[in-house]
């Protein structure tokens, strides 16, 4: 058991405090939303809540991503303040295997690790702009104009599905030509073994 210093202490309660304060801010901004909405395409079941639901909608977003906020910061801190050693040469492995790729593969790697991301942003925006692009369109009814806006972004759904496999079936191709990997049990046993001819020295 780690017994920590009274430093640590506070660092880590700051820590919590501040990401707790970034939760509550973004859930205050979701309860905002839920609120504007409700104001504005739900007037008459707005109108039906009483005090308490009202001040709940604004409330319990806020309350609940601010706990997640503050509960995740404590993770990653104690991760980041007391992360092992083998965790730091895992990471300072991968970091040199990086560094030795081509400048090509560093930006097909950096789309690989964040692919999912992408292709979420890129739907989206894909969907606002093909409603963009049919709305101009002052002859198609608008049933008509959904339509092909789905078609649209149907279409560049494809495309990034096939990017992705790409960058996957590249990903994969790079970890062919990296060395077998040395089992735990192995890499463990080395270790122990430098210790001791330390000691000896």
């Given at each position: 058991m780690k017994i920590i210093t009274e430093e640590e202490k506070y660092e880590h309660q700051k820590h919590i405090l501040i990401e707790g304060l970034k939760g509550c801010a973004i859930g205050a901004a979701v309860g905002f939303g839920i609120v504007k909405y409700m104001k504005t395409k739900q007037p008459l079941q707005y109108a039906k809540f009483n005090s308490s639901?009202?001040?709940?909608?604004?409330?319990?977003?806020?309350?609940?991503?601010?706990?997640?906020?503050?509960?995740?910061?404590s993770v990653d801190f104690d991760e980041d303040k007391y992360r092992s050693d083998y965790l730091?040469?895992?990471?300072?492995?991968?970091?040199?295997?990086?560094?030795?790729?081509?400048?090509?593969?560093?930006?097909?790697?950096?789309?690989?690790e964040n692919k999912y991301s992408l292709i979420i942003s890129t739907w989206a925006a894909s969907l606002y702009g093909s409603w963009t692009l049919v709305n101009?369109?002052?002859?198609?009814?608008?049933?008509?104009?959904?339509?092909?806006?789905?078609?649209?972004?149907?279409?560049?759904?494809?495309?990034?599905?096939?990017?992705?496999?790409?960058?996957?079936?590249?990903?994969?191709?790079?970890?062919?030509?990296?060395?077998a990997p040395v089992p735990e049990w192995k890499r463990y046993l080395d270790e122990q073994e430098s210790l001791k001819?330390?000691?000896k020295a």
């Open positions: 639901v009202r001040a709940a909608i604004y409330a319990m977003p806020a309350i609940t991503i601010g706990a997640f906020y503050a509960d995740q910061g730091k040469k895992q990471e300072a492995a991968a970091l040199e295997r990086y560094n030795k790729l081509s400048p090509s593969d560093k930006f097909l790697h950096k789309l690989n101009r369109d002052k002859y198609m009814t608008k049933a008509q104009k959904i339509v092909q806006a789905r078609v649209y972004a149907q279409a560049l759904t494809v495309v990034l599905l096939l990017g992705t496999i790409l960058l996957s079936v590249h990903e994969a191709e790079l970890k062919k030509k990296e060395p001819e330390e000691h």
